[in-house]
Antibody, heavy 117, light 108 residues
Framework: QVQLQESGPGLVKPSETLSLTCTVS?????????WGWIRQPPGKGLEWIGN???????YYNPSLGGRVTISVDTSKNQFSLKLSSVTAADTAVYYC??????????WGQGTLVTVSS | EIVLTQSPATLSLSPGERATLSCRAS??????LAWYQQKPGQAPRLLIY???NRATGIPARFSGSGSGTDFTLTISSLEPEDFAVYYC??????????FGQGTKLEIK
């Protein structure tokens, strides 16, 4: 059973960097697939943030203006998200997910990150 | 960026009825279209991928159809647990992946 679990601070100050980690169990990241981050502002829809391949290749949503960095640590079976220069508009539930091809099949439970001073 | 438009925004039906949800893409996505179900406080759950393939463990009352720009999710006979928000998502021309704005299926 593939499981994903997000972890990281629930509160980030404006202009600082949001950092989250996704720990994968039941499947080795090194075995393949893309791994992605998606977010959902309170009461709103879903927005794709970016993907990373097990080899380290990354793809990001241009709408986030180059503020995103996704990395992978295959030794820990984890991948991570960094979003810099955050504002209140970055307040959202952040999900990690496995990306077999063109869709997201396994999702973490999500973690709420609030941007506030 | 491909824009996905879902209709209707809200659908009010009773258990046992048939639900038909629509997703239209601003340009062709071939068959790279997925559907998700989201209940309050939960992560989205994959229902359908590649337009018409049911994900593992998804009941047969859920079916998907379409290709190109027009897609449909059909729930043949609504169960009480089916009332939720449904999103479509395209994976044809990425980055970026894009999602529709959602259809809320509510109990009439």
């Amino acid at each position: 059973q593939v499981q994903l679990q997000e972890s990281g601070p629930g509160l980030v100050k404006p202009s600082e960097t949001l950092s989250l980690t996704c720990t994968v169990s039941g499947y080795s990241i090194s075995s393949g697939y893309y791994w992605g981050w998606i977010r959902q502002p309170p009461g709103k829809g879903l927005e794709w943030i970016g993907n990373i391949y097990h080899s380290g290749s990354t793809y990001y949503n241009p709408s986030l203006g180059g503020r995103v960095t996704i990395s992978v640590d295959t030794s820990k079976n984890q991948f991570s998200l960094k979003l810099s220069s955050v504002t209140a508009a970055d307040t959202a539930v952040y999900y990690c997910a496995r990306v077999p091809n063109s869709f997201f099949d396994y999702w973490g439970q999500g973690t709420l990150v609030t941007v506030s001073s | 960026e491909i824009v996905l438009t879902q209709s209707p925004a809200t659908l009010s039906l009773s258990p046992g009825e048939r639900a038909t949800l629509s997703c239209r893409a601003s340009q062709s996505v071939s068959s790279y279209l997925a559907w998700y179900q989201q209940k309050p406080g939960q992560a989205p759950r994959l229902l359908i991928y590649d337009a018409s393939n049911r994900a593992t463990g998804i009941p047969a009352r859920f079916s998907g159809s379409g290709s190109g720009t027009d897609f449909t999710l059909t729930i043949s006979s609504l169960e009480p647990e089916d009332f939720a928000v449904y999103y479509c998502q395209q994976g044809s021309n990425w980055p970026p992946y894009s999602f529709g704005q959602g259809t809320k299926l509510e109990i009439k």
